[in-house]
């Protein structure tokens, strides 16, 4: 049972009384505010919610990574799919800084479906990920397989958890005990409300500091690498106040078809895009067809923008949005 | 193997060789070409393509409907789910027309999953969309379950084909012979392969009149009735000539989701959108969840006739979209 | 409202009061029992049931194929994919009869998804299945696609409603008021309450004689052509009294499956299995790697007769199956 | 690179020369071979081969869990879905041993959707399922999410790797190199591509004592809690050399499904079924609705049992089903 007490006043209430009666209880604070958790069940109080990542606990979550506010206007983030060298990453990151990218996004350790795949550079990708931070004065944000990176990870500005770790429950409750902003994929095979579960072991942890990122599903489709089920988003702005990403390259699986996912992506109300980017997709050790050249980027970030503000300004969109 | 002439002289030598070797060929004349269709192979000529719906036969299509031209600017398509009686259809008709449909949608036949749901007027829900038509200067589409009824559907201007019919093989070749446009639907468990295949039935007949029309596949989630994959809506905009149209009705299931998923498909590219609005959804007889009050597609009307000149109309959209 | 009234004079007690009321009510003879149809609710009868298909109406039905009777023990039923030539006909049907088919498939009219596939022989397809049927005195079932091929099809023993159709209500209500025995498919994208509810359309116009045969449905998985989930052929064993057949051929889509599937289908409670066999797979004209080569199928069709009498044979069991 | 030198001479002439030019190397001892992995492409030997679990590497393997030997003839793993107290587990115990089975099943660290459902009794629970372990002689099996459990689970017989954990591929390396049986499930939206790549990352660290565990993936039927694609099954065994096992609970979501879908499972070739049972399976604090009663349990292993001598019996059967 979820109980969030209204005011300071009420709160304490509430725990001399749990006291008194000696129930097991416990208090995580999010959002400035206090949240009961209770073992068992009636307690008559009419401030009880089901979950924490629901709308009905808060209306509108702004994620702040590092000064990029998630959740106010449009968040891109961009960038390789893996660290490869120095080179690659700062031309891109270069790139991508200049053409509009809030973000740059890069993956050090890749879960790879087969061993014999790039795994990644590791540590080393992570020090070249933040040279290029410093370097372009941009947040970064990568990829986290395991508790034991997080040392390793301290000066990354927002740590993703992956498609297949989307339901490493271990993993989801340690970066529940931290503060670090997360991003967190749906698994391929999972429905919403897993994927919202999933954000619920971070948030009851006391870090409310996640981005949802949407990913796509395995499908029937052929002619996409995934199945983008835009219902999906939509249905995720409308449940969580947590802020929506929509991430058009894995789920397309085609360079040609991102522009116009992330358009749609945004048309559906995302709030964040995270696309692949590399100064030279035809050589790149991962995803080589999926990844954007730095020019089609320029172009697609200048759209999305205009078309965020668009989105936002027509008249009475907030009237029925959120109805 | 499909050879398209570029002249009238190159087709004339071709037709005069085949006669001469006593090969069997069949001729069809659509957009203006002569289309060969040649039984066997071994024909060397550098005119040939493998579908007619390809973008390798032509750029695109523009589709007329009574005057609505869609694949130009934006089509809406509005109305209700099924005709349940003149003073509805009327009701809706006028309201539909007022806040700027351009087509008006019922259903008078309606392939409904059970047996012992409302199966529609027949007959008499025809008549009652053909007066409404009159007196709001509206075209009509609607339902053809089979090619009995194409006579009483004879001032109907287009002949929709529903997601169970999508490989109904004989009707598909009965409406190839006609040249009433089509709306055809993918079926609920198909690949775009077989979407796009299913049209090339029509278009082998001589009848290229033809919208394709997503409305979702079946899928994983369980927060919307069907799957929206956008990715097949970008991907068929790539693949066929013809204009592409999107239900958001259907796909999503839920009223509160549909203009959302519209204005993802408009932003998508999609040339027409398909929207049910009923005057009264509470009382309607199927799909009551998913049908618009009139007033939300006034709204909504008005945001994707905007959205999609703003789209239209973003710099260097035309030379990254089909590349 | 279906109501199923014991005995002849609750029937006549009811029909008596619906004429008094004035209700308006429809009679349908199945099963030697008679099944009132009545518009509307509100009649107050111990006796009514939600589905003609459900095993609340009866426990098990047989049905009765030219002398084979399916539901009682294991039927077999094999044959090309496609009728291609007399010879090709002829020599398969001779081979799987000796090998202990008791029916003979074969499609004459055949739904393609391209119509540059080979489409059928059409009415000399039929001629030339009633050849084999005559000479090896097997009875057959073919597909049929379109009501207007029923008087061609005269001396076909069972028709079958292929996946593509099996939705096409119109033909299901044609089937409803004939007696011909039916082997209607499941949609490629239906579950197995849209199956069901096929089923529904062609035994409320009077006709029982329905096999539901399971193919398969569209899935994630790359290693078949399509999905068989072995739990739905369980669930239709317990949701309705008629048999149900499984075909491993197009669900595998590769002949080196088709064995162990069949064997699995038998083991999770099948009635019948529907099986392509071709004389010379490798020139098959449609389907080539999923047709069984004739050897292939006498060992299959031996292990399936003996495991299906072991499996019915099995202590206990009856106790659990259908608890 | 993957060689498998096919004799000792031949792997030390293999190694002399890789260092001699200086090549990256690394070699592993798994089923008394020795495999070496070369970084890059280039050497010319008869002897590589693609990946470890496939079939030209070995034709089957045996797995020994405590004298258990997986792959011989049937193994039945049964016990409760989660430990639950003393008392249930060592009833449980009792009973499944005396019924048949070969292993105990029970999860102690559960990785459950919500955070809010039961965890699992953790350390305890391992303590717990130890002394079932010790009292009735059987073989424990038990899912471990993380690495960092490894130690508490050092009696555990055989670990699994649950759904959620089927791509963490930091979880697989570390089991890579120990010894310890694995017991692999698929991840609920892998392609079997994905879910036996999955077992390279085991094996290729050396551990060879894999047991691939199919439990459906996610589909589009409603009728069963997941899709259990009997082709996947086959496929799999055709494709690997590792014993293949069925998960008929969690697939089917339903007791009353649960036997049918093992004996299809052991029909289709399964060397393994783990079936959850539990002593008051209305009581239970999760998964109550699929986990089996005692005595359904004790029908269906000797069922089951007496299948697989059946199938393994049939005249031929070899002879086909691996051709």
Known sequence: MIIVPVD????????????Y????????NIYDKTVVFLDGKGMSTEHHIKHLYSREFRD???VNVAGVRIGESLTIAAGPCAVENEEQVMETASLVKRYGADMLRGGAYKPRTSPYSFQGLGKDGIRILERAKDEFNIPIVTEIMNPEYYEIMENVDMLQVGSRNAQNFDLLRFLGKKDKPV?????????IGEWLDASEYILNGGNGNIVMCYRGV???????????N?????????????????????ASGKREYVESMALAAVAAGSDMIEVEVHNDPECALSDSEQQLYPDDFRKLAKKLRKLKTFIDGMDEKTNIQYQ
């Open 8 to 19: 300071e006043k009420e709160k304490d209430d509430l725990i001399e009384r749990l006291n």
């Open 21 to 28: 009666e000696g129930r097991s209880y416990r208090t995580v």
């Open 60 to 62: 509108r979550t702004v």
């Open 183 to 191: 991003l967190l994929k749906n698994g391929m095979g999972n429905t």
């Open 218 to 228: 395995r499908g029937i489709e052929e002619s996409t690498r995934f199945t983008m």
């Open 230 to 250: 835009i219902g999906t988003v939509i249905a995720a702005k409308r449940k969580t106040h947590l802020p929506v990403c929509v991430d058009p390259s894995h």
